[in-house]
């Protein structure tokens, strides 16, 4: 197919020494005009320094979101790229496709769309990128036939993302893929017809390490921890402190600890406080063969943490300190408190504000009572600095917590 716009400005774009989205759809322009006139618009933006997209609303039979509609601004000079709509696809529970899943995904889209996918958007979506209105309903179909669904778009749960986690991570404290599909498949309602105060974001990390990001990024955050003692091979540390020396071990082991709770012995060995180690993941990353995440494992569950919106950026907070998810009783547990903190969000989440500037205006401790939780000490990690924190009543409602704690040891 001829080339159809010069494009000077994206063409610089191609010089730099990684790779280039501009030669990857140059390529794909070849074969598609919708995409050659993206290119064309794309130029055309550089240019003239504005955008030419607008949104506006389009969707598939049943579903309240998850089509991005994209209509240009420029369709006399682009008119192949006049409407370039993107659906968003939840991907699968730890991103793991096999190639044959995906040679079928790319045959849909060279079907139904421009051919352009991006696997995955910040969201976690599979983002089929480029379709005519007409084309958005034949190509969902297509995709939902292999066994994919919609994402989530507009005031909404959104679509989920899970690490590469128990797959194939040592580190892995539960199922993450497990606890992902179960989440996921208890909220397609909400999922699919937006009907909440804004977005509202589950992800699941693995272990502390949170390679989804998720303690930034998560409306609700499950990352993996353990509550017995880091497990510790000597042998293998000896054999890491031989081979790497002693000056290394602590510069990069023992004095990056953030509680200063590991002790280099004269043999070599290590011994570790675990009562102050706060789970940072630093020294099992640092020496993988030597240790590793304790036997007794779960997760802790953080909730508000989200990018700048009505306030500054959150990271979560932390509601439940420990929660094991091994059993399917256990994913219900989870699951019902997702749909606690979604209900009484619901009801009390200004219009557009995300679950963590609610916990933000409310206070932390009426969120807590709102959805049935105790106050536990363990959510504070610096109590003279917590603005949560009141200390008037201390002592009462310290005999109050241990009397409480002592009832469920009992
Ligand atoms: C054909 C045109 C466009 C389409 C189909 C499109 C579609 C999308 C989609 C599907 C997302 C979600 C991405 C994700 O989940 O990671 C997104 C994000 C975003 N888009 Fe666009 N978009 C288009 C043009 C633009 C333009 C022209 C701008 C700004 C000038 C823009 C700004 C953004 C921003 C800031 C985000 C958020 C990115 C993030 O969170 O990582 N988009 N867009
Ligand atoms: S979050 Fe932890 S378990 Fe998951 S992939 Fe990353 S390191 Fe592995
Ligand atoms: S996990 Fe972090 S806090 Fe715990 S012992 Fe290792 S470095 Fe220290």
Redesign the pocket.
């Known amino acids: 197919m001829a080339k159809k716009h010069e494009t000077p400005n994206l063409d610089q774009l191609e010089s730099g020494p990684w790779p280039s989205f501009v030669t990857g759809l140059k390529r794909l322009a070849e074969r598609s005009d919708m995409i050659g006139d993206v290119l064309g618009q794309l130029e055309h933006s550089y240019q003239t320094r504005k955008g030419y997209w607008k949104g506006g609303t389009l969707t598939v039979r049943g579903y309240g979101g998850g089509v991005i509609p994209r209509f240009s601004e420029v369709a006399d000079q682009f008119p192949d790229a006049a409407e370039f709509h993107t659906l968003r696809i939840m991907p699968a529970p730890g991103m793991h496709y096999n190639t044959d899943i995906l040679r079928k995904l790319c045959d849909v889209w060279d079907e139904h769309g421009s051919g352009l996918l991006a696997l995955h958007g910040q969201s976690g979506d599979m983002m089929f990128q480029g379709a005519r209105s007409e084309q958005v309903q034949p190509a969902f179909d297509a995709i939902n036939e292999l066994g994919f669904d919609l994402g989530g778009a507009g005031p909404s749960v959104r679509t989920s993302m899970s690490c590469v986690g128990s797959a194939r991570c040592e580190h892995s404290c539960y199922s993450e893929a497990n606890a992902h599909r179960k989440v996921m498949n208890s909220f397609v309602d909400d999922l699919h017809r937006p009907s909440l105060p804004y977005k509202f974001k589950f992800k699941f990390s693995g272990c ?1 390490n949170d390679c989804m990001n998720s303690i930034q990024r998560a409306d609700m955050a499950v990352i993996g921890t353990w509550r017995d003692d ?1 497990q510790v091979k000597q042998d293998e540390v000896r054999k890491f402190v031989q081979e790497r020396g002693r000056h290394e071990v602590i510069d990069n ?1 023992i004095t ?7 002790t280099l012995k004269d043999d070599d060995t290590i011994e ?1 406080d ?1 009562r ?9 990353n640092v020496m993988t063969k030597a ?1 590793s995440p304790g036997q007794d494992r779960g997760a802790t569950i953080l909730v508000g943490g989200k990018r700048t919106l009505k306030i500054g950026d959150l990271f979560g907070t932390v509601i439940v300190p420990f929660m094991k998810l091994d059993t399917e009783e256990d994913l219900d547990r989870l699951v019902a408190l997702g749909e606690s903190i979604i209900d009484f969000w619901a009801e009390n989440g200004l219009e557009h504000e995300r679950c963590g500037e609610m916990i933000d205006r409310i206070g932390l401790a009426n969120f807590l009572e709102g959805i049935g939780l105790d106050v536990d000490p363990s959510m504070i990690v610096h109590p003279r600095t917590s603005s949560y924190i009141r200390t008037d009543k201390w002592d009462e409602e310290a005999e109050k917590w241990r009397a409480r704690q002592a009832e469920g040891a009992a």
């Open positions: 502390p880091i082991v990056r600890c953030p509680t200063r709770c590991i570790i675990n102050n180690c706060v789970r940072c993941m630093h020294c099992i240790l």
